[in-house]
C-alpha cells in the first residue's frame, strides 16, 4: 500500500526536482506513519550534483535527490535523477546506469535500477526504486550510485558514489 503512495509521491517529487529549487517533503496520508529521509542540505537543496564534462560536446549537469522511506516493516528507497544540457549532439554516454538501495548495517537488501534516456533528451527526470519488508527496525537506510561511461573520451566507465542517508 505504502509503495503504491510513494510511486505517486516520486512523480510529484520529480515536477519538484526539475525546477531545481527547493526539494519538499513528501507528506505521509493520516493512514501512514511513514518518515521521509533525504540526503539535502539544510536549504533541503541537493547535495549530489555533478556536472560532466563531454568531449566536443556541451557539459551536462546531474542532480540526483536519494530519499529513505520508513514506514516500520516496509522501507523503501527513491533516488531521482535530473539532467539538464544545452543541446543535443549525438552520443554522450555509452553506459548510464543508476541504482538505489534499501541497506540494513551497510547490506544492500534490494537494488533499484534504472536506464535514463540521458541521450535521447536534452534534459528529462526519472527515478530508481528498490523496496524491501522486514520486523527488524534497526540500522536501516538508502544509498545509491551512478555508473557512467563518457562517449569518446576512451576513459571507461566512472561510479559516482552518491551520499545516502544515515
Do not use: H
Not at 509503495?3 to 505517486?8: I, T, V
Not at 538501495?101 to 533528451?121: A, L, M
Request: overall charge negative.
Amino acid at each position: 500500500m505504502l509503495g503504491k503512495k510513494l510511486r505517486r509521491g516520486a512523480v510529484a517529487g520529480l515536477m519538484l526536482i526539475s525546477s531545481l529549487t527547493a526539494i519538499e517533503t513528501i507528506a505521509p496520508t493520516a493512514a501512514s506513519a511513514a518518515t521521509q529521509y533525504c540526503a539535502t542540505t539544510p536549504d533541503q537543496s541537493s547535495i549530489n550534483n555533478k556536472t560532466i564534462a563531454l568531449p566536443g560536446k556541451p557539459d551536462i549537469r546531474l542532480t540526483v535527490v536519494l530519499c529513505f522511506y520508513n514506514e516500520v516493516g516496509f522501507y523503501q528507497t527513491v533516488e531521482w535523477i535530473n539532467w539538464n544540457s544545452t543541446a543535443d549532439l549525438g552520443t554522450r554516454f555509452n553506459d548510464f546506469v543508476a541504482k538505489a538501495w534499501v541497506q540494513k548495517s551497510n547490506v544492500n537488501k534490494c537494488t533499484g535500477t534504472e536506464y535514463p534516456s540521458v541521450n535521447s533528451y536534452n534534459s528529462g527526470s526519472t527515478d530508481a526504486q528498490c523496496s524491501w519488508k522486514s520486523a527488524d527496525t534497526s540500522g536501516m537506510s538508502g544509498d545509491g550510485e551512478i555508473v557512467y561511461d563518457v562517449a569518446d573520451d576512451g576513459l571507461g566507465a566512472f561510479t559516482w558514489n552518491l551520499t545516502g542517508t544515515s
